[in-house]
């Protein structure tokens, strides 16, 4: 099995099936990373597939100097940060994930105390958490995306998880069953 | 839950079920785990608490996703590394480091055309005075040899005439030439004073001494006695003292120029040299074109006399002839004053000598009241801080809109180099 570098740098040489078998393994993990934490399902369509776009636009310029992983979730981290500045700027707190779109009918009972908790995290420590947690990235990759030394992401890690937790054990922790 | 569990702390322990500890330390942390009940508990819980963040799950991408993206990718224009760009934008696409250096070197490159004009001219100005003082030492040198033991010159001409350079000596040969004509022409009969002929650079020497003695009364009769002995004289003279200070002498000596370095010699080990200088001046041009005025004015004196003597006429010519006559005498004195004052100055050097006595102040002397010194000390502590500030400002002032400008033009290139460096040397 060849390994993500391996397929970009054969797509550099030609291959266009091995730019789908890396579209095929990020698809579902690139939808997720902007679905979590836009409201408009949408939206988050867009933004992926703009990320996707833009690897094949870069594709002469890519350089096997860091995982493809990290890579992939650098331009689409930009384009998330692109996306809050642009609601920003018209006023919809898009980002707030309190505000997103009311829970889906398959959502679970945790699934919705989950989402209402992250709402309460600082951002810089719920991005980690969400990096982290829902994209496995590790902290290097965390740090390398968000440009803060690794303990900072370790520390701003461990205080989400204790701030979340609390917040689950506090307020729903009895509904999805965590232990005090 | 504590917040520290023995030696491992919580957060490390994170770290470990992260698996983002080093080796050394993981082996550390996984051998306290397998013995400490109490991190035990905490790492199922921890555990436990990632896989119920689990439960937040979205859907599933959207099937347009994929379909617009497999459309892109089979629509997408491959160029394998190494083909040929036939589009003649992206054939010259270049990194962006390349584009950021080439804009650094357009700036310097700016810079330096325009200092570059202003350093030359700098330069040239440079070498322009030092050509000049090279041509003033050398001219010095020819005419100014270096102080020789007494004796060293003999006779009235002195012997720096064989230093002469070209220039001298063909102004010398010109003057001679002048100088016979005018002689040819009826000047060497004529009365009163008359030039001789120009045989060598006549030079008008000056020296000036500045001497400090201890015996202030025996080193000023010591230098009259050495300037008397050489047939000098003292052209002026002034000496003076100030309560309580030191006593002051200064005397400008004429002393014959031949001995002049004789004189020199002498006065120097009477006290102690605080500064000492000679000149010299070339006057030989000077010299001969006012004997050869000197010689012409003769001429036509005499013309005018065998004019009066021999013709006849009105009385109002007559009286006309009297009054050129008068006037052609009148320059011809005033040319001989000039030349004997020239012949002077060039058979007599001027030798300048300052006496200083040596003084030492009175140990009677009331030394500054500590209150004095305290002002004056504050005093000076303020002028020395506005001295300071007015500094300070006439160099923000001199340098500030320079650096103003530099900075706004460096400012993007330089944030842009240190986003690069900082992204390359950041870790992965």
């Keep these: 099995m060849m390994t993500d570098e391996q397929l970009m740098l054969a797509f550099q040489s030609g291959s266009k099936e091995a730019f789908a078998e890396l579209f095929g393994r990020y698809r579902e993990p690139i939808y997720g990373f902007f679905r979590r934490r836009l409201e408009d399902a949408a939206r988050a369509e867009e933004l992926a597939q703009e990320t996707f776009l833009a690897v094949l636009r870069a594709m002469t310029r890519y350089e096997p100097r860091a995982l493809f992983r990290t890579y992939l979730y650098g331009i689409a981290f930009m384009q998330l940060m692109a996306e809050r500045r642009k609601n920003a700027q018209q006023r919809l707190a898009i980002f707030d994930i309190g505000a997103m779109d009311p829970p889906a009918a398959g959502d679970t009972e945790v699934a919705v105390a989950l989402r209402q908790a992250f709402e309460k995290l600082e951002p810089a420590e719920r991005e980690v958490l969400m990096l982290r947690e829902y994209e496995e990235l590790s902290y290097a990759e965390i740090a390398a995306l968000q440009r803060v030394p690794i303990n900072t992401v370790r520390s701003r890690l461990f205080r989400a998880r204790l701030a979340l937790r609390d917040l689950l054990v506090t307020s729903r922790g009895a509904r999805l069953g965590v232990k005090e | ?428």
């Design chain 2, 1 to 428: 839950m504590s917040s520290s569990l023995h030696f491992i702390e919580q957060e490390e322990l994170m770290a470990y079920l992260d698996c983002e500890l080093p080796t050394e330390r993981a082996a550390e942390v996984g051998a306290h785990l397998e013995q400490c009940a109490e991190c035990q508990t905490w790492a199922v819980e921890s555990r436990a608490f990632s896989g119920q963040l689990l439960a937040w799950q979205v859907e599933p991408a959207p099937k347009s996703l994929t379909e617009h993206m497999t459309a892109a990718i089979a629509g997408a224009e491959l160029k394998p590394q190494g083909s040929g760009d036939s589009s003649p934008i992206r054939r010259f696409a270049l990194p962006n480091w390349v584009w950021a250096t080439a804009g650094g070197v357009f700036l310097l490159l700016l810079v330096a055309a325009a200092a570059i004009p202003n350093l030359l001219r700098s330069r040239e100005a440079a070498n322009t005075r030092a050509s000049l003082n090279t041509y003033s030492q050398q001219r010095a040198q020819e005419y100014l040899p270096p102080l020789r033991p007494l004796g060293a010159y003999s006779g009235a001409s002195p012997s720096w005439g064989a230093k002469a350079g070209p220039l001298p000596e063909m102004a010398n040969q010109e003057l001679m030439n002048t100088a016979n004509m005018a002689k040819a022409q009826g000047g060497a009969g004529a009365p009163g004073v008359t030039a001789p002929p120009v045989t060598g650079p006549m030079i008008v020497r000056t020296a000036s001494l500045k001497l400090l003695t201890k015996d202030f009364d025996k080193t000023r009769s010591a230098i009259e006695e050495v300037v008397q002995r050489h047939q000098g004289y003292s052209a002026q003279l002034v000496a003076g003292s100030e309560p309580n200070g030191a006593r002051t002498f200064s005397a400008n000596f004429r002393v014959p120029a031949d001995q002049l370095d004789a004189v020199i010699a002498e006065i120097k080990p009477l006290g102690h040299v605080e500064q000492e200088s000679q000149g010299a001046e070339e006057v030989t041009e000077q010299y001969a074109d006012l004997a050869a005025r000197l010689s012409n004015a003769r001429r036509t004196e005499q013309t005018v006399l065998d004019l009066l003597q021999k013709r006849t006429g009105e009385l109002s010519d007559v009286l006309a002839v009297e009054q050129e006559l008068a006037r052609v005498r009148e320059q011809i004195e005033s040319m001989e004053a000039q030349l004997k004052n020239l012949q002077g100055r060039v058979t007599y050097a001027t030798l300048r000598v300052e006496l200083r006595e040596e003084y030492k102040a009175e140990l009677a002397m009331t030394p500054p009241s500590i209150g004095g010194r305290l002002r004056n000390a504050v005093v000076e502590g303020y002028r020395n801080a506005v001295d300071s500030l007015v500094g300070l400002v006439l160099f923000l002032l001199n340098v500030g809109p320079f650096l103003l400008l530099w900075a706004l033009i460096l400012f993007l290139p330089a944030r842009y180099l240190w986003r690069k460096l900082r992204a390359a040397t950041k870790p992965q």
